[in-house]
């Protein structure tokens, strides 16, 4: 039987990581660290016998006037052991290497070195190298990783797509993703294994050497997502449930669709009513009467535009408003075009009205529409109140609350200030039932900001803790310091007075991470396998193979990363649990049946912080937010 290892892209250091020499003296009146001029701030033991008393110490790697030399271990203090092996690597690609084939960032924050794989015009394949620390293996090593940087100025296309690995030779969706990943960083090692390592650090007995593989971890299995649909019936598949069994929980009838569109696509927006209809035969999809098992009729009045601007779109707004029209869904042929979109995005959803949206584009072309005729159906039957589906739910019915924001950003890059601040949430159960979206708080000044969420944050936690036994909150990596901090701070008050157990998850799915699963092919993970990085922290996989079926159907991505954040030791909920709900809820995506597997807690958060971002950006009217239907889709 094969092993569960999951093969981490650590390169791991090979053997213990060595006692090394830093150069220290006592920090007084909380004198500035300068980590661009090399000089850094930590807290470090007094000596290497007792680790347990400390005390802060402005530090540099190298020999220094007035600094006093400290023998420490790389577990005394661990992010001072990444600083030291970033730095080395720093050095020894400096040395071995030549100037255009690796650079590091100007930030002295973010530590990584990037490695040229190979130009192009449109930009550069590169390797990136983080120092980073396991703890549940306590090694340390680099994180190593693949990634296509585009050259400023070049427009978005399907070639850059080929070169991210998105799309393969064929410009096809790229079935190969995880096996091509891997290759390219395979033949980075064999370029540059040897040059760069081992590594020499200051004060250390000898040279620390890198393994040239990667670390095999062993992976944790949660069950694949089950969708049940009309009559509680369950399936794998969330189309063929609801064709088969119908919606989950559907409406008396769904509002007319009226279209708008210019005069010049009158032709395309008929198009689109017979492929709802089902009479597009060549698209193979039934029409939504018979996928819904619901009847759907189109408005013959329909509006005509001269264009999409913000006044064109308000007129066609009033004409939805007037009484032979209202509470109609307005269905959107549009030319591809950002401006377009958001003017009518703002103006609609500023008015509490949700919009379907499709493109000249998708409509002129057979094969695009096909594959997004059933999606566009399924946003629809939302809009108009249907339930299409829920996911089949961990044991205990559990709240999900998901906090992301977006604040108004003005100013050049050297001096950009947030000018509004805007923080909402996204309730779903844990069957991935959508609930509503609340503003968290909104202001022109911080500190009333933070308050507001604060406070409302309280009262959302204080309400719904008496209908849910557990609640859980799903924060973005969009989130600052300050307002993690007052999240923390307002569920620990919350767990200390209320029976209701809570907990913080830390959701990212922008890393650095990656691993293969050597038992399959493709090396793509089962769907629901996680390792254990740390104390409470976790890679993810939502989307994969099965093990009884591993052929690969489509594109996977990487892992997500998941953080606990520490709330209350008593009234703690189960890791398993919350990532249980987080695969489960990874399935609950409405806004296609192959939509992007990421949970709706954090998805719909994105989605809301981007259309509120580009309406900012313009100074067009934000939306009525509260909402118990999901507009945004």
């Not at 399907?158 to 995880?178: H, K, T, V």
Request: hydrophobic share 40%.
């Amino acid at each position: 039987m094969p092993n569960n290892d999951l093969h981490l892209n650590l390169l791991a250091v090979q053997d213990d990581c060595p006692q090394f020499t830093v150069y220290r003296k006592p920090r007084e009146n909380s004198e500035p660290a300068s980590p661009a001029n090399g000089l850094y701030a930590y807290e470090l033991p007094l000596n290497s016998a007792d680790l347990t008393i400390r005390q802060n110490f402005l530090v540099r790697l190298t020999p220094h006037e007035g600094f006093t030399a400290f023998q420490t271990s790389p577990l005394a203090k661990i992010d001072l052991t990444r600083r030291v092996l970033f730095e080395a690597l720093k050095a020894k690609a400096s040395q071995v290497l030549s100037s255009g084939t690796f650079s590091m960032p100007d930030d002295s924050f973010r530590r990584e070195v990037t490695f040229l794989l190979a130009k192009h015009n449109e930009g550069d394949e590169v390797i990136i190298l983080q120092p980073y620390y396991l703890g549940a293996a306590k090694q340390f090593g680099f994180l190593v990783d693949f990634h296509f940087e585009l050259r400023p100025g070049v427009p978005f296309s399907r070639r850059i797509q080929q070169l991210s690995l998105s799309l393969d030779a064929n410009f096809r969706r790229n079935l190969d993703y995880y096996a091509d990943r891997r290759a390219r960083i395979n033949r980075w090692i064999k370029q540059h294994h040897t040059k760069l390592f081992p590594l020499a650090i200051h004060g250390a007995a000898a040279p620390v050497q890198i393994r040239s593989e990667f670390l095999p971890l062993p992976a944790l299995q949660l069950r694949p997502k089950t969708y049940v649909v009309g009559g509680g019936k369950e399936y794998r598949s969330q189309f063929i449930g609801v064709k088969e069994a119908g919606p989950l929980e559907t409406v008396a009838h769904c509002p007319p669709l009226l279209f708008i569109f210019r005069e010049q696509d009158r032709e395309l927006a008929r198009r689109l009513a017979r492929a709802l209809k089902g009479s597009e035969t060549q698209l193979n999809f039934p029409g939504f009467q018979k996928l819904f098992h619901l009847p759907v009729t189109i408005s013959s009045d329909p509006v005509v535009v001269k264009d999409f601007s913000r006044q064109e779109m308000e007129r066609a707004l009033s004409r939805l408003q007037t009484p032979n029209t209202a509470n109609g869904i307005p269905i959107v042929v549009m030319p591809k075009d950002e401006d377009a979109y958001i003017n009518h995005k703002a103006v609609f959803a500023h008015a509490g009205v949700a919009t379907q949206v499709c493109t000249v584009d998708t409509l002129n072309d057979d094969y695009a529409l096909k594959w997004s005729i059933a999606n566009i159906a399924l946003q629809l039957f939302c809009k108009a109140g249907g339930k299409p589906w829920k996911v089949k739910p961990t044991e205990e019915h559990s709240l999900i609350v998901g906090i992301s924001q977006s604040h108004k950003v003005v100013g050049n890059d050297s001096q950009k200030h947030i000018e509004k601040y805007f923080a909402f949430s996204v309730l779903t159960d844990s069957s991935g039932l959508f609930q509503s979206l609340d503003v968290m708080g909104q202001s022109d000044r911080e500190s009333d900001y933070l308050q507001q969420l604060s406070d409302n944050l309280a009262k959302l936690l204080r309400e719904q803790s008496e209908r849910f036994n557990k609640v859980v909150l799903h924060t973005s990596f969009k989130l600052k310091q300050s307002e993690m901090a007052v999240i923390e701070s307002v569920v620990k008050a919350a767990a200390a007075e209320k029976k209701c157990k809570f907990a913080v998850v830390k959701v990212n799915q922008r890393n650095r991470f990656f691993a293969v699963n050597q038992n399959v092919n493709s090396l793509v993970p089962y769907e629901g396998a996680y390792l254990r990085l740390g104390h409470r922290e976790y890679l993810l996989w939502f989307e994969g193979v099965f093990a009884d079926n591993p052929s690969v159907k489509k594109a996977f991505p990487g892992p997500t990363h998941l953080e606990f954040l520490r709330v209350s030791d008593e009234k703690m909920i189960g890791d398993e649990q919350v990532l249980q709900d987080l695969v489960n809820l990874s399935g609950a995506n409405w806004r296609g049946f192959n939509a992007k597997s990421t949970p709706v807690s954090i998805f719909y958060c994105h989605l809301v912080a981007d259309l509120i971002r580009r309406f900012q950006e313009r100074d067009l009217p934000l939306p009525e937010v509260k909402d118990l239907r999901p507009w945004f889709l």
